[in-house]
């Protein structure tokens, strides 16, 4: 059974930067997809970045596009989310997600999260104007 667990949220204010990391178990890493999307009160969960297992390609939602960054280190079964000039709007629970057997894709094929099959439990990123 994959797991996911999520670190590096906390509290910022607006345009500063943070990173998300990612650490994946109980699977062969190297050959998923991996994703990160996100939870604002009140609303969906949304599609926000994903790569390829062999980080060959990337995609993101056009409200992140710019500003983060999704990478993988393969070896150390980790992915990242790096954010930069952040926003109050960018304030959610953000989740790692996986699928469930490798597709091989494009990275834009997981903009739909219903190809992902497994989620972390998420960590808080709030940006305070």
């Known amino acids: 059974q994959v797991q996911l667990v999520e670190s590096g949220g906390g509290l910022m204010q607006a345009g500063d930067s943070l990173r998300l990391s990612c650490a994946a178990s109980?699977?062969?890493?190297?050959?998923?997809?991996m994703g990160w999307l996100r939870q604002a009160p009140g609303k969906e969960r949304e599609f926000v970045a994903s790569i390829t297992w062999n980080s060959a390609s990337t995609y993101y939602a056009d409200s992140v596009k710019g500003r983060f960054t999704i990478s993988r280190d393969n070896a150390k079964n980790t992915v990242f989310l790096q954010m930069n000039s952040l926003k109050p709007e960018d304030t959610a629970v953000y989740f790692c997600?996986?699928?469930?057997?490798?597709?091989?894709?494009?990275?834009?094929?997981?903009?739909?999260?219903?190809?992902?099959?497994?989620w972390g439990q998420g960590t808080q990123v709030t940006v305070s104007s």
């Open positions: 109980g699977g062969t890493f190297r050959r998923y997809a």
């Open positions: 997600a996986t699928e469930r057997s490798p597709a091989f894709q494009s990275a834009s094929y997981y903009a739909t999260r219903g190809h992902f099959g497994f």
